[in-house]
């Protein structure tokens, strides 16, 4: 059962049984009572109509009468002289009879139905002398254990329709959302989904027609911003080319101008390749070719070309492997996810410190000396132009799309990529567990 019927039941169930049980305990109290009370009632009724013939001549055949009559009957009588002695009785009845009663007044002696072995009343006579009505309590006690059963019965059949009918019931709300929720768990796979349950003319269906909605709309947001995307890069590819090339004549003939509308179109360049390659990565056309590679070889590989970069602005390039691994990556793109972070490792870093790569078990680390990055701008690292710091100042100007790239290549093999800060810098950590070897 899902967690939602089953805190519907629990709630329910729990509630209706407290209110169940309260209810048969207060019916089965007030009918058990009225049956004592109607018992004693018609005991001492007995005893009066016999007292009020007795009233009228209390001789000896008289008593015998009344004695013969509850003989017969399930009651029992004794009869008592004015001066206490028992002057008649029905099958030796007067041996249950109590001191207790030989002086009590009139009314009802014993009521103590679950004790006792007889209930009592007792009649005054007129002029003297009394009439003692007895009546078992077995039989109160039977009719009451019946009474019983039957109300444990009626619980127990109450308590299974109960739980049957909120089993189905919540069954009936729950399994329709699970459904909704599985096909719903798809959209964020950027899938056109197909909602269940979108004919029911309630919540339910008003729900599942609304994600059906979502969906739509999701569906048509991504197809035109990957269209977007991918026009406006193919549009500024051309001209921008033609422009870093006439650029380029023109800083052949060291005029300053040239040089900065060189740079400033190379990185415009720079931007709209990486716009491109983005764009074709979100349409899933671009397809990783993966080959087993050896990391410690692989890495060292790039970070020898990368070497004189280094140099040149001081910084030391540490290259450590206590434990090299074997996976199966696309080269190509690997390099460009290792390059772009050396790439920020060395823009970042100040003259005369240490950046740091390290291959071990599984990961690849790299920690450079800078200034880090604030706790509340971490999130968003590998997030589309993100950058720090906003103003596009020209030793770090970069576009904020080197991460997005980079995060796009690893979970493309699977792998995963943070970013933490720690006592010197920032530190990258490719994790590639997930990527078969
Ligand atoms: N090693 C680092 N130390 C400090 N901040 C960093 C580091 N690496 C990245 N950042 C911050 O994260 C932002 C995003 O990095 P990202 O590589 O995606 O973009 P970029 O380097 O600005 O531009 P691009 O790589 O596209 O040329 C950077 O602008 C910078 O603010
Ligand atoms: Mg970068």
Do not use: C
Request: net charge negative.
């Amino acid at each position: 059962m899902s967690k939602l019927s089953l805190k519907i039941s629990l709630f329910y169930l729990t509630g209706i049984a407290i209110i169940l049980v309260v209810s048969l305990f207060v019916m089965h109290n007030l009918l058990v009572e009225q049956q004592v009370q109607n018992e004693l009632k018609s005991l001492h009724q007995r005893g009066d109509s016999h007292r009020d013939v007795l009233s009228e001549n209390i001789d000896q055949r008289t008593i015998e009468h009344v004695v013969m009559m509850e003989e017969k009957a399930i009651t029992e009588v004794v009869i008592l002289d004015e001066s206490g002695q028992v002057a008649g009785a029905s099958n030796q009845a007067d041996e249950h009879v109590s001191q207790d009663w030989l002086n009590a007044n009139e009314g009802i002696a014993e009521d103590d139905w679950r004790n006792e072995p007889f209930l009592a009343s007792i009649s005054l006579i007129d002029g003297g002398g009394s009439v003692i009505m007895l009546e078992p309590t077995e039989q109160i006690q039977s009719l009451i254990s019946d009474l019983n059963r039957h109300f444990l019965i009626a619980a127990l059949l109450t308590g299974i329709f109960l739980v049957l009918s909120l089993y189905f019931l919540s069954h009936l709300i729950t399994r329709p959302l699970l459904s909704i929720r599985q096909a719903a768990g798809k959209l964020s796979e950027g899938a056109v989904i197909t909602v269940p349950e979108t004919k029911r003319n309630d919540e339910i269906g008003e729900l599942a027609l609304a994600i059906t909605k979502i969906s739509g709309d999701l569906h048509q947001i991504q197809k035109s911003r990957k269209a977007f995307l991918t026009s406006i890069a193919h549009e500024l590819r051309t001209p921008i080319t033609y422009i870093k090339g006439y650029a380029g004549l023109l800083k052949k003939e060291e005029s300053a101008y040239g040089e900065i509308i060189y740079e400033e179109s190379e990185r415009l360049h720079k931007l709209i390749e990486d716009l491109f390659e983005l764009a074709r990565m979100e349409e899933h056309s671009f397809t990783i070719e993966p080959e087993r590679t050896e990391m410690t070889a692989f890495i060292k590989g790039i970070i020898d070309r990368l070497q004189f970069v280094f140099d040149e602005k001081q910084i030391t390039l540490l290259f450590t492997t206590p434990h090299t691994f074997t996976k199966k990556i696309d080269r190509n793109r690997f390099e460009q996810v290792i390059i772009n972070l050396m790439d920020n490792a060395l823009k970042y870093t100040p003259e005369g410190q240490t950046v740091q790569i390290t291959v071990n078990q599984d990961r690849i680390v790299v920690i450079d000396e800078g200034p880090g990055v604030s706790e509340e701008a971490l999130p968003f690292l590998f997030d589309r132009l993100y950058r720090v710091d906003t103003s596009r100042n020209r030793e770090t100007g970069g576009t904020g799309l080197g991460l997005t790239i980079a995060k796009e290549i690893v979970e493309a093999h699977n792998g995963k990529i943070t970013a933490e800060n720690t006592s010197s810098g920032l530190s990258i950590i490719i994790d590639l567990k997930g990527v078969a070897s």
